[in-house]
């Protein structure tokens, strides 16, 4: 089939490339220049595994192109997939200025029988709002669809070409039909549903997750009073089925450009139906303030922060992507700043997009993990990376001052740190602090 995608950012970019693979012929479309004139050089503007090489050969049997031109792009397809963003506004409402502006570049475009579909993550509504928008633009004929993306950054790729389901909402029958066509190598869990629902699914989905996350964090919170291993306890949890092991591990919350954002979103399509999601508030509640036990936990070990040197390891919201997007770093660093404390901050692959976003005299920008913890009298451990589970924490204690870690997401084990001189301080799990419960937990 031939395809247009609007916007070629995370999601965008990974469909287009993967409607591709999978033999249609694609044309992506971006306002932004700059990523077009990146992806016609050959180059990416996204860290997303296995993502570059796919582009190349797809490029090399001409069934994906990049253009700016958003009405050549039209012109071409049946199928017009839309992968703006939708930010927050100031409120915590989607943003849907972009949306809008795409249904109407769209609308103006059209030169025949068009597919719309969403597959940004909008409001209830949003899709009737779009055929409204076109419909008082163009007098071709038009059907319109939601098909919301569910992939995550870091397994983009993968989780695109083997989703777990896809949602495919239309009261269009001509339409589903296509839609499920074109969908239905990835996956044999295709929910054919209305649009409204469709819209539904996919807040519902991110809001249901980020519960779990809140849920084992406080989960957590009280492992550590009462003594209990938040691991094990998740571990015994995951093994019912009703349960189900994912998304049950204890951190620093949650960031990203989804879970923040539409979680704060379902509150306000709720409240304009008058109804107060209270539990999704508790569950934002307790993510906003989950990412400061880093800092809790510094105090208790350091006392007061002024003047402290600080190493940061991880500063993307989670590992193998360059999204720095309301990563829990962005609020440590600028609590620690607001202390202080001098920042030696590394990350392998999003230091220069966090750069962008925060800078400041009192940090230090470092080239690798080694030369972030150099001198410095702790390490906050942000961000899963998996190099970071590779060092030998006796090798990283001979370059620092002092001896704390704060590991945020709980990437060393017991016994790497009973065998080193660090005062550990994890998430969720015994205190490894004092001696004594290091003596206890190392003689069984
Ligand atoms: N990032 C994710 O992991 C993810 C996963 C599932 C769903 N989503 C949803 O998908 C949508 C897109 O997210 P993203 O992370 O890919 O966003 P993004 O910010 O990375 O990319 C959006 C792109 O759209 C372009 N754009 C905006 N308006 C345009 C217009 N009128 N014409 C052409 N291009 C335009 C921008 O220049 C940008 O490159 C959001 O609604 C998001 O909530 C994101
Ligand atoms: O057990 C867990 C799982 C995740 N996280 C954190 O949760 C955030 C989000 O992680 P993840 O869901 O893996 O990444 P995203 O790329 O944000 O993907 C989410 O948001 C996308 C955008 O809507 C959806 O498409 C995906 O299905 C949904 O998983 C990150 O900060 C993780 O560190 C935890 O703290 N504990």
């Known amino acids: 089939m ?13 469909s287009g490339v993967c409607f591709a693979e999978l033999g249609n012929e694609v044309i992506c479309v971006d306002a932004a220049a700059h990523k077009i004139d990146m992806l016609n050089a050959g180059e990416v503007p996204i860290y997303e595994p296995g993502l570059k090489e796919l582009i190349a050969s797809n490029r090399a049997k001409e069934q994906l192109s990049f253009t700016t031109d958003l009405n050549e792009a039209v012109g071409y397809a049946d199928i017009i ?11 915590g409402e989607a943003n849907l200025s972009y949306i809008e502006q795409a249904a109407a570049d769209i609308a103006r475009a059209m030169n025949g029988h068009k597919i719309i579909v969403t597959k940004s993550t909008v409001p209830v509504g949003t899709n009737e709002m779009i055929r409204d928008l076109i419909s008082r633009n163009t007098s071709h004929s038009f059907a319109v669809a939601s098909v919301p993306e569910f992939l995550r950054e870091g397994t983009a790729v ?85 349960i189900g092991s994912a998304f049950l591990k204890a951190g620093i919350g949650y960031g990203g450009s989804c879970f ?12 304009h139906v008058d109804y107060e999601f209270k539990l999704l508030k508790s569950v934002v509640e307790v993510n906003n303030d989950q990412r400061f036990n880093v800092i809790r936990k ?32 962005m609020d440590i660093i ?26 400041h005299p009192s940090i230090t920008w470092a080239e690798d993990a080694w ?74």
Request: glycine share 8%.
């Open 2 to 14: 031939k395809l247009t995608m609007i916007g070629t950012g995370y999601v965008g970019l990974v």
């Open 81 to 91: 997939f839309i992968a703006v963003g939708t930010p927050s506004l100031p409120n």
């Open 158 to 242: 993968q989780d695109t070409l083997a989703p777990d389901r896809v949602v495919i909402g239309t009261e269009d029958g001509e339409t589903l039909r296509t839609l499920v066509e074109l969908h239905k190598r990835l996956t044999h869990h295709i929910i054919t549903t209305d649009i409204r629902s469709a819209e539904m699914i996919k807040y519902a989905s991110n809001a249901f997750l980020a519960t779990k996350i809140s849920f084992i964090n406080e989960i957590a919170n009280i492992c550590e009073k009462v003594g209990a291993d938040v691991t094990r306890v998740a571990e015994g949890m995951g093994y019912d089925r009703r």
């Open 260 to 271: 923040p954002k539409d979680t704060e979103a379902l509150i306000q399509i709720a409240g």
């Open 298 to 329: 510094l105090k208790e070990a350091l006392g007061p922060l002024e003047g402290r040197n600080i190493a940061v390891w991880g500063l993307a919201f989670k590992p193998d992507t360059d999204d720095v997007r309301d990563a829990p770093a």
């Open 334 to 359: 600028q609590s620690l700043l607001a202390q202080g404390a001098h920042v030696r901050a590394y990350d392998p692959i999003a230091q220069a997009n966090f750069r962008r976003e925060l800078d």
């Open 371 to 444: 030369e972030a913890a150099q001198d410095s009298e702790a390490v906050c451990l942000l961000t899963e990376w998996s190099e970071f589970r590779l060092v030998d924490l006796n090798e990283l204690a001979a370059v620092m001052k002092d001896h704390v870690l704060i590991d945020g997401r709980n990437v060393f084990g017991p016994e790497q740190v009973l065998l080193s001189p660090f005062r550990y301080y994890s998430v969720g799990r015994p205190d490894l602090t004092h001696l004594e419960q290091r003596i206890a937990v190392r003689n069984g």
